[in-house]
């Protein structure tokens, strides 16, 4: 049964067009992934999809209302005064409509008297059995599940909540509203790997239909049916998820580079028999002239065969294939040095809390040169604070943090709060010391951000591009360490790539809060935990990581190894860290002491 079709949809915004002849259709039951670069539209086809914007072209059929879908926004959602349990409330329109029809009938009645008080408790009455009939009373048992579930502050402003937890709580409102059709744009930004999970499986097994956009690979072919791409020249859809996605377009471009080359080939052909024809006929031409009838009968011959030749060129050329393009990519490395200072970060005693709530008690950390430390943990867990103490944007209420005096950092916050909205992408690099307008410019090129496109403003872009717009600037920090806040958020696959490829080959030190597995494959040696006001450290890639969680979860537990345990992983990352040691080599006894910790690490580990 057709959920939703969309038939050859055109937009611009102001008068700028985004994308033209797009069609699509979706059918119950299915999960569709929309894909596309930057700044191609999907956000802006979802807003058109919801009403919000009217397309100049098209047409739209929708089977269910749009105030029926359950709806997970990027951005925008203005919900300045609104906590977070009504939030989530509010996913059941009926309901909470009542329950604030009842809020404010108590409120008022403590004000009344006489008979404006017994009107008041009649209409409390009428609306109090009609809210007990739909079941309110479970609604709100319901609701305080999902905000244990996804441990959320339900008296906390929306708009205090983290990137994660804003996320947390539009799925617990879907949840809520037990919508047939859902659309949901990068669901899965911001979130940790618990809720990730819980995500996939959500969606694996949720009965209704699923539109949504992403550029995590992985959740795409864990999730996706059909994989939509998205230009601005019109929409393909393709089955499967990324992986097969891929496959097919590497199919395609093989087919129409061959049937390319063919057509070259053929259209040389003709229009070397067409030059010969066109000699054979002038000298044909030239001697029938002569009244010869010979020549005359040959010349016509070889006009008929011309003229042949000339329409099967013509056919050929309206029936034209195109050169295979190379998808446009960033052609940029991010430049930095590698520090001569053997410990870049020192973080001591350090103590810090919001309210009366300690996030971090005597934090004991050192980052060092070569270190590509990936940090962990649940929404919430103080993950951004951690970063934020790291770079000098918070002060510790007690401890310290010490920078080495050649310390220079590059930071990439999760929110892009380094940028300036009203500013253009250009004046963003020309604010930069000695920074000419064509070097700016080329730079820019490296980037993607190409003509006019660098005097838009940075509010004015997608998030994806302002996430560019970032990275440019990172690119002239001349940094010997990146402290990079959930870098790959909002970016396109192909820029993620790029990200991925160019950490790899960045010289100086990371420090690096994500959610990406690609990414945190590839660029780890470190892994710092944290949970429930805990911090854990682990001397290792994040893939080892991962595979010893998923051991250790399926062994009953050891209190007693497990502490054994968590106090030689901060032995040996004290010993990693050792300040006996600033050179660029590791003493004999100092190395055999770290390969006696982890022998002993490994046998516990085996144990546990």
Request: charge should be neutral.
């Amino acid at each position: 049964m057709l959920i939703l079709k969309v038939e050859d949809l055109k937009v611009e915004l102001q008068g700028q067009p985004v994308f033209d002849k797009v069609s699509l259709e979706i059918n119950e039951g299915e999960r569709i992934a929309l894909i596309g670069g930057n700044g191609v539209g999907k956000t802006t086809l979802l807003h058109t999809l919801l009403g919000r914007i009217s397309p100049l072209e098209g047409k739209i059929y929708r089977r269910y209302p749009v105030k029926l879908w359950g709806l997970l926004e990027q951005d925008g959602i203005d919900l300045e005064n609104q906590i977070v349990r009504e939030f989530i409330q509010s996913g059941n329109t009926q309901l909470y409509q009542l329950k604030q029809e009842l809020l404010q009938l108590e409120e008022k009645m403590a004000r009344l008297e006489g008979e404006e008080l017994n009107q008041a408790v009649e209409r409390y009455g009428i609306i109090f059995d009609r809210y007990q009939t739909m079941d309110g009373f479970g609604g709100e048992h319901k609701v305080e599940s999902l905000l244990n579930r996804f441990r959320l502050p339900g008296e906390q402003f929306f708009r205090h909540l983290s990137g994660g937890q804003k996320t947390k709580a539009q799925l617990a409102r879907i949840l809520i509203q037990e919508p047939n059709f859902l659309l949901l744009d990068e669901p899965t930004n911001h979130l940790d790997l618990e809720t990730l999970n819980w995500l996939v499986q959500f969606l694996n097994s949720f009965r209704g239909t699923v539109l949504f956009v992403s550029h995590d690979r992985s959740f795409i072919d864990q999730i996706a049916d059909k994989t939509v791409e998205l230009t601005s020249q019109g929409s393909k859809t393709y089955p499967g998820g990324y992986k097969d996605y891929l496959q097919e377009k590497e199919r395609e471009r093989k087919e129409q580079a061959a049937l390319y080359k063919k057509q070259q080939q053929e259209e040389r052909k003709l229009q070397e028999a067409i030059k010969r024809y066109h000699e054979w006929f002038n000298k044909a031409h030239a001697a029938a002239g002569e009244r010869n009838p010979f020549y005359k009968k040959k010349a016509n011959k070889h006009q008929t065969r011309l003229q042949a030749k000339e329409k099967a060129l013509e056919r050929l050329q309206e029936e034209k294939v195109n050169k295979p393009q190379e998808p446009t990519r960033i052609h940029a490395k991010l430049e930095g040095s590698s520090s001569k200072a053997h410990h870049l970060i020192r973080m001591e005693h350090v103590h810090f809390q919001y309210g009366s709530q300690p996030i971090f008690q005597d934090l004991n950390l050192v980052i060092s040169r070569g270190d590509r430390l990936v940090v962990m943990g649940p929404n919430g867990s103080g993950k951004t604070t951690f970063l934020k103490l790291l770079v000098g944007k918070l002060s510790p209420q007690s401890g310290t943090v010490i920078h080495h005096p050649t310390l220079k950092i590059g930071y990439f916050a999760q929110e892009l709060e380094n940028l300036n909205e009203d500013q253009t992408i250009l004046d963003h690099l020309l604010d930069l010391p000695m920074m000419t307008q064509r070097e700016a410019r080329q730079i820019l090129a490296s980037f993607l951000f190409r003509r006019d496109e660098i005097y838009q403003k940075v509010g004015n872009l997608s998030m994806g591009e302002r996430c560019r717009v970032a990275f440019v600037r990172l690119y002239f920090s001349d940094a010997n360490l990146l402290v990079l806040d959930e870098p790959t958020n909002y970016l396109d696959i192909s820029a993620r790539e790029w990200i991925e490829e160019a950490l790899q080959h960045y010289p100086g030190a990371l420090v690096i809060v994500s959610h990406d597995n690609y990414l945190l494959r590839k660029v780890s040696n470190r892994v710092l935990a944290l949970q429930d006001g805990k911090v854990e450290f682990y001397p290792d890639s994040y893939e080892r990581y991962q595979a010893f969680l998923t051991e250790r979860s399926t062994q009953p537990s050891n209190p007693e190894v497990d502490q054994q345990i968590r106090l030689l992983r901060l032995k040996l990352a004290q010993l990693i860290t050792s300040e006996a040691d600033e050179s660029t080599t590791i003493s004999p006894s100092l190395k055999k002491q770290i390969q006696e910790v982890k022998a002993e690490l490994e046998r516990l580990e085996r144990l546990d």
